[in-house]
């Protein structure tokens, strides 16, 4: 069975200092990944993709990820945190051309200080 | 392009009342629809889904139910509201066709409080 596992509830980073929201996944073959954000009271905003390619993958607002297969892991990046990225994030994963059966993380709750 | 709407936004009902919430799907046809709830602002729970007109999988029983009437339409009832109801539903659409590189996308959300 396919799974995704968010290990932290919550992320603290100073603005400024990077930050980084970490993802595992456990799926037969090879996954498609997914990271979306949501802003308190809306609903989940699409921020990056790996479906195949280069395992770094960029995305809307300045986030990057990162696909590691042997650690099985798709950890979301971003070089420089802004307070406006305070929110939380999803990582989800589904099984190879499936992406209309995603299985979603707990969230990350991320919040950067001034 | 394509948009998704949802209402009302949001919804304070008693127990024992009836739901009904209402997502629609511009711009594209015969999309792949789905109702998630998310509770205590956290995890999301995926609790239906559908294929097309009048085709509907529940995921998991509950008091809730849902239907197409129409093809861009997708619809979460219930006949009478309990307090565990309480939530944040987010309705979703992905294209049909190719859907293994398509995006699933979200509209904005109903929240549902059951006094």
């Known amino acids: 069975a396919q799974s995704v596992a968010q290990p932290e509830d919550q992320v603290n980073v100073a603005e400024g200092n990077p930050l980084t929201v970490k993802c595992t996944y456990s799926?037969?073959?090879?996954?498609?990944l997914f990271w979306y954000v949501q802003y308190p009271n809306r609903g989940l905003q699409f921020l990056l993709k790996?479906?195949?390619?280069?395992?770094l993958v960029k995305g809307s607002y300045g986030f990057e990820a990162e696909f590691n297969k042997s650690q099985t892991s798709f950890h979301l990046k971003k070089p420089s945190a802004l307070v406006s990225d305070s929110a939380l994030y999803f990582c989800?994963?589904?099984?190879?051309?499936?992406?209309?059966?995603?299985?979603f993380g707990t969230g990350t709750r991320l919040q950067v200080f001034p | 392009s394509q948009t998704i709407h949802q209402w009302p936004a949001t919804l304070v009902q008693p127990v024992g009342s009836p739901l009904s919430l209402e997502c629609t799907v511009e711009?594209?046809?015969?999309?792949?629809l789905y109702w998630y709830r998310q509770a205590a602002g956290r995890g999301l729970q995926l609790l239906f889904y559908?294929?097309?007109?009048?085709?509907i999988s529940s995921e998991v029983p509950q008091n809730l139910s849902a239907s197409r009437p129409q093809d861009r339409q997708f619809i979460l009832s219930s006949k009478k509201l309990l307090l565990s109801d309480s939530g944040f539903y987010l309705c979703?659409?992905?294209?049909?066709?190719?859907?293994?590189?398509?995006?699933?996308?979200f509209g904005a959300g109903s929240r549902l409080t059951v006094l």
């Open positions: 979703a659409w992905i294209p049909s066709q190719g859907a293994g590189a398509n995006v699933l996308t």
């Open positions: 799926v037969s073959g090879n996954p498609y």
């Open positions: 790996y479906i195949t390619g280069d395992n």
């Open positions: 989800a994963v589904s099984r190879p051309r499936q992406a209309d059966k995603l299985i």
């Open positions: 711009g594209t046809s015969n999309p792949n």
């Open positions: 559908s294929v097309g007109i009048g085709q």
